[in-house]
């Protein structure tokens, strides 16, 4: 099956969530330790699924994590993709999608939350190292949301700066919070609200969406079988 090209049209289309890229077959071939790094938003997505098939199979190649990588990147780093994860430790983005050091820009938060800082270290990432592809990484059963879809149903109060949290995710979460799958829909609206955040909130990035070189796309991670999907 020919994989679909990423445009502006099916970015802006899904909020900044492309949805397209979810028809990559599952057999991905897995990449070589000295593949290149991705150039375009649809070999960038292709790479990360072929290393979490590795990784959900017993397949890992634990690509650049040696002492020669280390000092290869150490007057440099040159990463292919931006994560926006949840500071959840299970969820650890070189080891599930099998890269290494230098590879991935990490910005990890609970909830994986688009603020002013993390939007800053985005854009960062995005002019210094013009990476073809930025992902939001949820995964079930996040903390932060259940936190909030509890504080919504008790009426409870979340102690200290957690309330921060709870407060941020609040009108994400709430459609959501009487639900009986309701932390599992608001996992997912959340990485798509965060998705579209992240484009329509920063115009480097946005410019970049819009030209095609760089892609956000959402996705979710089973913390039970290991496996992430895309979220359209």
Same mark, same amino acid.
């Given at each position: 099956?020919?994989?679909?090209?990423?445009?502006?049209?099916?970015?802006?289309?899904?909020?900044?969530?492309?949805?397209?890229?979810?028809?990559?077959?599952?057999?991905?071939?897995?990449?070589?330790?000295?593949?290149?790094?991705?150039?375009?938003? /649809?070999?960038?997505?292709?790479? @990360?699924?072929?290393?979490?098939?590795?990784?959900?199979?017993?397949?890992?190649?634990?690509? *650049?994590?040696?002492?020669?990588?280390? *000092? =290869?990147? %150490?007057? $440099?780093? *040159?990463?292919? %993709? &931006?994560?926006?994860?949840?500071?959840?430790? !299970? &969820?650890?983005? =070189?080891?599930?999608?099998?890269?290494?050091?230098?590879?991935?820009?990490?910005?990890?938060?609970? $909830?994986? +939350?688009?603020?002013?800082?993390?939007?800053?270290?985005?854009?960062?990432?995005?002019?210094?190292?013009?990476?073809? @592809?930025?992902?939001?990484?949820?995964?079930?059963?996040?903390?932060?949301?259940?936190?909030?879809?509890?504080?919504?149903? /008790?009426?409870?109060?979340?102690?200290?700066? +957690?309330?921060?949290? &709870?407060?941020? @995710?609040?009108? +994400? &979460?709430?459609?959501?919070?009487?639900?009986?799958?309701?932390?599992?829909?608001?996992?997912?609206?959340?990485?798509?609200?965060?998705? %579209?955040?992240?484009?329509?909130?920063?115009?480097?990035?946005?410019?970049?969406?819009?030209?095609?070189?760089?892609?956000?796309?959402?996705? !979710?991670?089973?913390?039970?079988?290991?496996?992430?999907?895309?979220?359209?």
């Amino acid at each position: 099956m020919p994989i679909p090209a990423i445009g502006r049209r099916s970015l802006l289309a899904a909020g900044g969530v492309a949805a397209g890229v979810l028809a990559l077959p599952a057999a991905a071939h897995a990449a070589a330790k000295d593949e290149p790094a991705p150039t375009t938003p /649809t070999a960038a997505v292709r790479r @990360l699924l072929a290393g979490n098939r590795r990784f959900t199979t017993g397949h890992s190649r634990h690509p *650049h994590q040696t002492l020669d990588r280390l *000092h =290869e990147v %150490a007057a $440099g780093q *040159h990463p292919w %993709a &931006v994560l926006l994860g949840c500071a959840d430790s !299970r &969820v650890s983005p =070189e080891l599930l999608f099998d890269e290494g050091i230098g590879d991935l820009f990490d910005d990890r938060v609970a $909830g994986n +939350i688009v603020d002013d800082l993390l939007l800053g270290s985005i854009e960062y990432a995005v002019e210094e190292f013009a990476p073809p @592809l930025i992902v939001v990484l949820g995964h079930e059963r996040c903390g932060a949301v259940s936190a909030t879809i509890n504080a919504i149903n /008790t009426g409870a109060t979340a102690p200290g700066h +957690i309330a921060t949290i &709870v407060e941020t @995710l609040r009108p +994400i &979460v709430a459609p959501y919070a009487s639900a009986a799958d309701g932390v599992e829909r608001a996992v997912q609206a959340n990485i798509k609200a965060q998705a %579209a955040a992240i484009v329509a909130q920063s115009e480097i990035v946005r410019e970049r969406v819009e030209a095609g070189t760089t892609a956000v796309v959402g996705a !979710r991670y089973d913390l039970d079988a290991g496996v992430v999907s895309l979220v359209h």
